[in-house]
């Protein structure tokens, strides 16, 4: 038995100039953080969003909400929870693929670490993830560096 789910999410940059941006749980040097109460992970985000839906759950912002006002912002912390109820529902990943539109920043430079990142917290190989990027061509907000949208497909397998 498997389940596929799809998740999105898309953040636009923020002000504040002392906030990182942080992509896949990898900080980003040189680039400002996201408008957002959480380090605004938007590839976790869309990963998250992408299991609850897989399981047939509510979306992840019926706990991460929550653990944001408790002071919990990294969110990988929200992925270990996704993974849980993943793992309570019997299931295991099979494979992810994220798809990134941004013109900045660059992801291939930080390819490795996202999927060195994510590997162990949904306790998978790193080849069972893809990671591919596009500019858009500067269509989108997303082409002209105005933020970063990500779609992520998950397919999970019975354990």
């Known amino acids: 038995m498997f389940r596929v789910g799809i998740g999105q999410d898309s953040h636009p940059f923020g002000e504040d100039k002392n906030k990182r941006c942080v992509l896949g749980g990898a900080q980003v040097e040189d680039v400002i953080g996201f408008k957002g109460n959480s380090d605004g992970d938007v590839i976790i985000h869309a990963l998250c969003a992408a299991i609850e839906q897989s399981l047939g759950r509510k979306n992840f912002s019926t706990y991460s909400d929550d653990m944001c006002k408790d002071g919990i912002t990294d969110s990988r912390e929200y992925l270990k929870v996704a993974v849980s ?14 798809s990134v539109e941004c013109k900045t920043p660059k992801i291939l430079p930080i390819e490795d670490e996202i999927k060195q990142n994510l590997a162990p917290i949904l306790e998978t190989d790193i080849g069972s993830i893809g990671i591919n990027a596009t500019t858009g061509e500067g269509m989108t907000a997303f082409g002209r560096c105005e933020g970063v949208q990500v779609f992520v497909i998950v397919s999970l397998v019975k354990k």
């Open 85 to 98: 109820h993943m793992k309570e529902a019997g299931f295991e990943i099979n494979n992810v693929g994220i």
